[in-house]
T-cell receptor, first 113, second 109 residues
Framework: DVKVTQSSRYLVKRTGEKVFLECVQD?????MFWYRQDPGLGLRLIYF???????EKGDIPEGYSVSREKKERFSLILESASTNQTSMYLC????????????FGEGSRLTVL | GQNIDQPTEMTATEGAIVQINCTYQ??????LFWYQQHAGEAPTFLSY??LDGLEEKGRFSSFLSRSKGYSYLLLKELQMKDSASYLC??????????WGAGTKLIIKP
């Protein structure tokens, strides 16, 4: 059974804290994505990666960075969390780029106080 | 700009049929996805259309008209477990995936 696992389902952080969101997939997929999901808005792409140590900015990369040191792991980093980064964060992977089926993790709900 | 429109919320009755529409205006087109997302869970893949016409998969069907920039997801014999949000997403000419805000479907007994 294919699986995308996100490290934390719920996090509460304070403004200015550094936040790490980890994502691991077990499908040997080349492509991994980080989205945020907010009510009334479609999924918005933060960063994506098509290969190890490779990263590309999505639509809303400001305030975020990513790391992909191993094929199976894609980390999202908030260097200094702000209240407007309170959101649901979804990691996804795909074996065929954006034209292939995306497999999502269950999400990490981050609250920044 | 690029835009995908779906109704925000729909209500239907158990056992009935419901059609969820999606219209899009994007720079080019390379396919359209439908995903299902239960509350608090990950989105899961339902269908992918790249050619015009109807694709049927059990109780769910997805239709595409590229000339009209239009798709719909048809759910038959509705069950309570079909209560979820349904997300429409289009791949544009740059192979970027553009997402709609989703349609929350409420099934009543």
């Amino acid at each position: 059974d294919v699986k995308v696992t996100q490290s934390s389902r719920y996090l509460v952080k304070r403004t200015g804290e550094k936040v790490f969101l980890e994502c691991v997939q077990d499908m040997d997929h080349e492509n991994m994505f980080w989205y945020r999901q907010d009510p009334g808005l479609g999924l918005r792409l933060i960063y994506f990666s098509y290969d190890v140590k490779m990263k590309e900015k999505g639509d809303i990369p400001e305030g975020y960075s990513v790391s992909r040191e191993k094929k199976e792991r894609f980390s999202l980093i908030l260097e200094s969390a702000s209240t407007n980064q309170t959101s649901m964060y979804l990691c996804a992977s795909s074996g065929q780029g954006v034209t292939g089926e995306l497999f999502f993790g269950e999400g990490s709900r981050l609250t920044v106080l | 700009g690029q835009n995908i429109d779906q109704p925000t919320e729909m209500t239907a009755t158990e056992g009935a049929i419901v059609q969820i529409n999606c219209t899009y205006q994007t720079s080019g087109f390379n396919g359209l996805f439908w995903y299902q997302q239960h509350a608090g869970e990950a989105p899961t893949f339902l269908s992918y259309n790249v050619l015009d016409g109807l694709e049927e998969k059990g109780r769910f069907s997805s239709f595409l008209s590229r000339s009209k920039g239009y798709s719909y997801l048809l759910l038959k014999e509705l069950q309570m477990k079909d209560s979820a949000s349904y997300l429409c997403a289009v791949i544009d000419s740059n192979y970027q995936l553009i997402w709609g805000a989703g349609t929350k479907l409420i099934i009543k007994p």
